[in-house]
């Protein structure tokens, strides 16, 4: 589920290229793929949550346009 070669914040789960070390969002230090990986594993947090849309989260477009077909 996450790749070594990446980093990622571990509050949001946004995603970042290795050389970056803050989350834009968060201002947290992101950790590494294999660091998230063992987190995951160690059963202190699910990542099932992250999939899941309420009717109280906002939604916003993030392109408009004319789909191709």
Known sequence: MFDDELKYC???YDEY???IN???ACD???LSGAQMQAKSKSGSETLE???VILESDALIPLM???VLD
């Open 64 to 66: 408009k346009g004319r």
């Open 22 to 24: 803050l989350c834009a």
């Open 10 to 12: 571990p509050l949001c």
């Open 49 to 51: 949550k992250l999939a």
């Open 28 to 30: 947290v230090t992101l």
């Open 17 to 19: 290229r290795a050389e």
